[in-house]
Every structure is written in C-alpha cells, then in structure tokens.
C-alpha cells in the first residue's frame, strides 16, 4: 500500500517536473526569439533606410530616373535568384549561419560603398544593389522556415506576428527619418548608420542558438484547429514529398514538390506573387496621387498614409497575439483569402478621393489586413515538414519578387496614361479575383473533407458489420 502510494506521488512529481521544464523551456525560447526579433528589426530599419538613401543617391549621382529604376531591377532580381537557391542552402548549411552571413554580407558591401573612390561608385552601387537583395531574402526565407524549430509549433503564429510587428515598426522609422538623416547628416553618415544595423543584427544572431536548417527533419506538423482542412489531408503528401526528396528522386524541383504537398499550396503561393503585383501599383501611384493632392508637399499624404497603415498592421498583430494565446490556433488559410480581399479593396478605396478622415481609416484597414495575410499566410507555409519548408518560402519569395518587378515596370507605364485609382483598381483588383478563386477552393476542400467524414462514420457504424468502433476495425 505504501509503496503504491509512494510510485503514485512518484508519477504526480515526475509530471509536475516535466510541466515545470516544459514552461522554462518554452519561456528560454521566447526570450531568445525576442532577442532575434529585436535584432532583425534593426536591420530592418536599416533595410528600409537604404531604400530611400540609396535611391536618392543613385538618382543624385547619375542624374537619371532610369538609373534608378535599374537599381531596383537588380535589386529585384537578386532576390528571386535567391529566392530559388535558398532551399538548397537551408539543406546543407544552418539557419544561423545563413542569417549570419546575410547580414554580414550586407554591412560589408556598405562599407565597399563608403570606401569606393568615385570613378567605381557605379560598379559599388551594382554590387550593393545585387547583395542587399540576395542577403535580405536569404535573411528572410531562413528565419520564417525555422520558426517552428526555435519556438515550437504551437507558438509559430505567436512568433510570426512579433516578427512583422518589429518589421513594421522599423518601415515606418525607416522611411520616417530616411530624409532627415540623409539632408542632416549626408549619404556617408546614412550609409554608416545602414552598416551598423546590419552589424548589430550579426552579433544577435551569432551570440543566440538558432535551431533549423541542415535539411531538418521530421514528420509533417499536425495541423492546428481551425486552419485549413488540407493542412490535415496533405500530411500524407507532404511526407511522401519529403521521402522522395530524401531518397533523390528527383523528377521534379524539391520547391515544387513543397508546393503540391498539400492541396491548396500552390495557389497560395500564386496569389502571393498577384499580390506582390498589386502591392507594386500602390506604391508607385502614392507619391502621384499625393501630388495631386498637395504639389507643394507631396511628401506629408504619403508619410501620414504609411504611418496610419503601420499602427493598423501593428494592432492587427496584438490581436492575434491574444488570439493564439488564448486559443492555441493559427488564423488559417481562410484568413489569408479573407484579408487579401479586405486589403486590396481598401488599397483601391484609398485612391478614390475620400475625405482625408474617411482615407485614414482606410489606410488603418489596409495595414490590418495586411499584418493578417502575413501571420496567415507565414503560418500556413510553417506546416510543412523541415525537408520541404524552406524550399516552399524560397519559392514563394522568387514569386513575390517576380510579382513586385514586373508590376512596377507594367504600373509605371500605365500610370503615365491612366489615373492611380484605374491602375490600382486593376492591379488589386487581380489579385481579389485569385483570393476569391482561393477560398473557394479552400471551401471545396473542406467540403469534401466532411463529406468524407461522414462517410467513414456511416461505415463504421453499419450494424450488418459488426463494428462499433473504430479500434475493432483496426484490429481486424
């Protein structure tokens, strides 16, 4: 009896443990991703710092708006090319070490352009144009892959919004002081400041143990409640992916295995690159229609506009913050379709000439919407095994970026014979009938799925059979 007891309190002391390391784990975990966080939002200021920096530089420096659109194409295009040998990378090198070398690569090429005598400031210009696109989208695909490995599945959509809300947070301070620093201070003291970012994200990243990478294995991640239904039913094909990646066989591109790993995926990632497209049109309309409405300072319209869009996308985040904490699920496939119909809709509305009033709060659901389709979206990807998952954001970035350029060079056309409200109605207005096409798709699926259900239920339920439960079938 006293032994009984004593194996029973045992087992109750051994499961309280277990708890209590379970919870210290997690919160390391955490804690070390609020760190790395921290640091990819610094270099993300830095990102978005250049952006304008390095394009007023070019412009100032060549005296030519083409110089300027050129690099942005190569900027673009080194990031797709990234995009399509990053998964191959993640299976032979680890996440932190690519995350490293990114942001190495980056401050390093910073520093080759402040030094470059300038007679080779074009050559330096190139070079930083072709390394900060590849290094950001490696940066990227190698952090959102390996989420889960750092924080666990059930925290991924936690982790994924603190993510985007420190991106959002520095895209505003980025854009928001790019001009001051560069009138106050001048491009050398910008690109000084550039260099630093980069720098203090490699330290993070080098002093933290970042798990993921190296081709990490496991089986496909159970599906949370409430997202998409073929997160469930793709678990098989997704493992079949992944074995056949293994084993090399190789019939076709392991990206693309990622893709039909689960039905649906493939048409996500492709409204993902329509709405890359659409996203290039309001960017390029903005500083237009701002002019139209105030010539004198245009400036201050798109300021104002991406700062309301910013608190809107950083307040979307808290709520799924909360939402994942206290439900333990993801917002899903269907929050994605949802929220890229919302935010195309509100990108079109924003153009129509409302009241300024009416226009923030527009601009405050378009930022909303977006924070959404990110977590959603980053989240759905995450689902896939470890073999396969960086394949699927490598993959998914060379279509965002193949979205992004070839939208600014067809929007920039247009915009010289149509209004911004036109472009953009038609830009996003592709990438709402894709979102549409999408959920219904999803729809379909989740159909089919309880269709089936209700099926096995009705056969294992059959009285002529003898069954009345399923762990008599299994058995027989």
């Known amino acids: 009896m006293t032994s009984g007891t004593g194996s029973a309190d045992g087992s109750k002391a051994d499961e309280t443990d277990g708890d209590t390391r379970k919870a210290r784990d997690t919160a390391v975990s955490e804690r070390r991703f609020r760190f790395l966080v921290a640091g990819y939002a610094v270099s993300s200021y830095g990102t978005f710092l250049n952006m304008v920096a390095l394009n007023l530089f070019v412009y100032e420096t060549t005296g030519r708006a083409l110089a300027m659109g050129l690099f942005m194409a190569v900027r673009l295009a080194s990031g797709f090319v990234a995009g399509l040998v990053v998964g191959g990378l993640l299976a032979r090198f680890s996440a932190k070490s690519i995350m490293l070398w990114a942001n190495v690569g980056q401050g390093a090429v910073m520093l080759v352009l402040i030094l470059a005598p300038d007679g080779m400031l074009t050559g330096a210009l190139m ?13 990227m695909v190698a952090l959102r892959s390996s989420i889960p490995e750092m924080v666990g599945e059930d925290r ?9 809300t420190g991106r959002s947070l520095a895209m505003v301070a980025g854009f928001a002081s ?27 990243v080098a002093l933290l143990p970042i798990a993921g990478g190296k081709g990490a ?3 496909a991640p159970e599906a949370p409640e409430g997202s998409e239904g073929s997160e469930r039913s793709g678990d098989s ?5 992944a074995s056949a990646a293994k084993s090399g066989r190789r019939r076709r591109p392991v990206a693309f295995l990622a893709l039909a790993a689960a039905p649906g995926m493939g048409l996500m990632v492709a409204l993902r690159g329509v709405d890359a497209f659409g996203s290039s049109s309001h960017n390029a309309a903005l500083p237009i229609y ?23 996308n950083i307040g979307a985040q808290q709520v799924i913050q909360r939402y994942a904490q206290r439900t333990g699920r993801s917002v899903g496939a269907l929050g994605f379709g949802y929220g890229t119909v919302v935010m195309s809709a509100a990108f079109i509305a924003a153009f129509a000439g409302f009241p300024l009033a009416v226009t923030a709060v527009i601009a405050l659901i378009a930022g909303a919407a977006d924070g959404l389709t990110e977590v959603a979206y ?11 998952r960086g394949h699927a954001f490598g993959l998914s970035a060379t279509f965002e970026n193949l979205g992004f350029g070839v939208g600014m060079i067809l929007v920039a056309a247009a915009l010289d014979r149509f209004s911004p409200l036109a472009v953009v109605g038609w830009s996003h207005g592709a990438a709402i009938v894709v ?42």
């Open 127 to 139: 070079a930083v144009s072709v390394v900060i696109g590849a290094c950001g989208t490696l940066f």
């Open 156 to 164: 991924r959509a936690w982790a994924n919004s603190l993510s985007i």
């Open 178 to 204: 790019a001009g001051v620093v560069v009138s106050l201070v001048g491009y050398t003291a910008a690109f000084l400041v550039d260099m630093a970012t980069f720098v203090a994200c490699a330290v993070t």
């Open 217 to 219: 294995g496991g089986s």
């Open 237 to 241: 094909g997704a493992g079949k992916g």
């Open 290 to 312: 701002s002019t139209s409405l105030d010539a004198s300072n245009p400036a201050v319209f798109v300021s104002a506009f991406w700062c309301v869009w910013a608190l809107g």
């Open 378 to 388: 980053t989240s759905h990807l995450q689902t896939l095994p470890a073999t396969l």
């Open 435 to 476: 979102a549409v096409v999408f959920l219904l798709r999803v729809a379909g699926v989740r159909r089919a799925e309880r269709t089936g259900l209700r099926k096995e239920e009705a056969v294992e339920g059959r009285p002529d059979r003898g069954d009345r439960d399923g762990a008599e079938v299994s058995r027989g």
